[in-house]
């Protein structure tokens, strides 16, 4: 199991034990069916997906006028469970659960970021993953077999629709707040221009308003390991060996623009995986070649090539300028909520100048929002390593809200 | 078949005709053999290697005194037909042979950088390529069958311990200049550290003294895809369908890195491939989705994934610190030759604080070097791009050798 932390690239992580008053303690995933037969979820492809279920998870109290609740929206290979120890890992049939705490802990908590003694913090899966939001790996109600690739194609937007059905589930009509890293980042954006009446603030950490077209190469990239892959059998490999291969390469890449340049130099280097001398051979000679091998290995464990597919692809659509015919300014003129956005210096998959970019579109409408760009080596993963710097930026930012 | 020039990033690239009095002309590989086996070619991996054919090109005329020589090693995908046009390109059965100009023949000619009225200027293919010179391709002749994988694993060194050879064939015994951009940017420095009394000077572009941790990982996972191709076959698949699913991937991610942020963000940004709306497809949707898979596709019509697996190792263990015990300094002290070393900013696979390292190291040594930092949005490719930009300061660093 890979660390749902990230704390790959050598950084020490300290974890909040479940006992600790630092920590939302053990939790349950909860599950909800959000759309059926007569209420299906309209999608932007054009098609209407029944039923679909949501996996969420929430920590902390809802208050009695329901005006304390954040909504966190994960990326690409994240799951609901954003905070907190998995209470029921090892009972259910859930391959990606696991004894370590959410992948947001760091942000989540009592006393942390987002403080769950004042928020009542929200966190559920998107629409195409793995992870118990319905997605590619579920039964289709049309064939009684998975739906594997005659799944519809999913977008940020299609997520965000989803996830409002869970605020009105919930009784929320108004979220204190969306906050989000990465392709989570754009689910934030997309709650404010899409339903800019249903939220009132963003926090959004490495991320911008589309990606660039090198993220749509490494993407594509990936995709293509998996298309090739003999297993993939155009998607239906569900009774057979998955594309392991495939996705491990994917993810092998995918991996390092999480990393940066400087991270990876001070992690590896060019140390050996054995001794000080060449052993002269075409692979596992280089500490780095063998560490992207248990990544994309352990990846393979935990992760559906399909869902690969269909999430990296909605990361690739996501374009906020589209709703202003391709003036990002314009596409912020309906934003009403205020906006903290959070770059780190190293990150190169959203750089700080695509974040700049989306401050100044936001600005060009005499909107309020503030730009942080954190010093950081550790590239676009930074959000999940160093989102504890950000506490004196955020918290302020949503009492003020 | 791709254009050796790589044009690839939308550049309008002026060709010389063969008639043009810019251009070298018609030209013909020529094919020594420089081992045998009574002179193996030891190599640093602790083998020895025979028989060993060397495929190279000259361009210009060798002056009496021999001491007008440049020696122009090529870089990962490169060979020999450096300038020019191949008189013979329809004949013989090499595939990577084509009907456009050689490969740095931008920078190679009558009056170019490298002036072939003033210069005799010798290209030779690498060994372990598949264009020419020896490698996995070529048939062993311990076994009668190809060497696939069998091919001992060779080094920059080994690469230059054979060039020195083709020297010594040309009665040549000081080379005026060794200049190669990237791979062949490494070669010339190891021309110098491990040959100090066969050079007098070097033009380095786009180089350094080691490959980045970052650099490594993509190798690793270009050599990765090749490995886990179904028509891999260990190597052995020269009398089968060649492992293209895997070199195409390897090619098209090593491309990427070969281009920039910003250059692929102003050839493709996020354009679709057709029409302004999206299709909602899992893949070819975006222009640069297209253009990679083109790229990977005329690659491996023209390469050999063997040879991809021995060259980019190479490109890993290429590394100048080892002659210094892990100073590079120390490294550089045996140098006698004049250096310029020429970087171009947006490179990102050997950027130029990696050229300033190695800068540093030479001065440290109170030993003659020159830097120049070419603004350039194309990457590590503006050193086939952008060379002609070089001419105001390498011709006048080859006047004054």
Redesign the interface.
């Known amino acids: 199991m890979t660390d749902p932390l990230n704390a790959h690239q050598g950084k020490s992580t300290k974890f909040d034990l479940p006992g600790s008053p630092f920590s939302v303690g053990w939790t349950r995933p909860k599950r909800v069916i959000l759309a059926d037969e007569n209420n299906p979820l309209s999608l932007?492809?054009?098609e209407c997906l029944a039923p679909v279920t949501v996996e969420y998870e929430t920590y902390g109290t809802l208050s009695p006028e329901k005006d304390n609740a954040i909504f966190i929206p994960h990326a690409l290979s994240g799951d609901a469970h954003a905070a907190g120890w998995d209470a029921d890992w090892k009972k259910d049939n859930r391959p990606w659960r696991n004894s370590k705490p959410g992948w947001w802990d760091e942000a989540i908590g009592p006393g942390k970021t987002f403080d769950t003694n004042r928020y009542f913090v929200i966190c559920a899966n998107i629409l195409g993953s793995c992870y118990g939001t319905t997605g590619p790996w579920e039964t289709n109600p049309s064939t009684g077999k998975p739906y594997a690739?005659d799944f519809?194609?999913v977008?940020v937007d299609d997520w965000v629709r989803l996830h409002i059905r869970l605020q009105d589930y919930l009784g929320i009509d108004k979220l204190l707040a969306v906050a989000g890293g990465s392709l989570g980042g754009q689910q934030a954006l997309a709650w404010a221009i899409r339903y800019p009446d249903r939220v009132r603030s963003l926090v959004i950490y490495s991320s911008s308003a589309?990606?660039?077209?090198?993220g749509?190469?490494?993407n594509?990239?990936g995709?293509?390991?998996i298309?090739?892959?003999?297993h993939f059998k155009e998607g239906n490999y569900y009774d057979f060996t998955p594309p392991g291969?495939?996705l491990?390469?994917a993810r092998?890449?995918g991996h390092?623009t999480y990393?940066s340049?400087h991270s990876?130099?001070g992690?590896?280097?060019?140390n050996f995986q054995n001794g000080s001398k060449?052993c002269?051979?075409?692979?596992k000679?280089?500490s780095?070649?063998s560490y992207?091998?248990h990544q994309g290995r352990s990846f393979v464990q935990r992760f559906d090539a399909n869902s690969y597919?269909?999430l990296s692809?909605a990361m690739?659509?996501y374009?906020a300028t589209t709703y202003g015919n391709g003036d990002l300014s314009k596409a912020c003129s309906v934003i009403k909520a205020k906006l903290l956005l959070i770059a780190y210096s190293s990150d190169?998959l959203y750089?700080p100048e695509s974040t700049r970019d989306l401050a100044k579109a936001i600005l060009a409408n005499n909107k309020p929002v503030s730009y942080i760009e954190i010093p950081s080596s550790y590239g676009h993963d930074a959000f999940l390593l160093e989102v504890a710097q950000t506490a004196p930026f955020v918290r302020p930012f949503l009492e003020r809200v």
């Open positions: 932007e492809c054009g690739l519809p194609v977008t589309r990606l660039s077209a090198q749509l190469a490494f594509a990239i995709r293509h390991a298309f090739n892959d003999p291969g495939g491990e390469l092998m890449l390092i990393l340049y990876m130099e992690k590896f280097g060019r060449p002269y051979r075409l692979n000679e280089f780095v070649e992207l091998e597919l269909y692809r690739d659509y374009d190169w750089p």
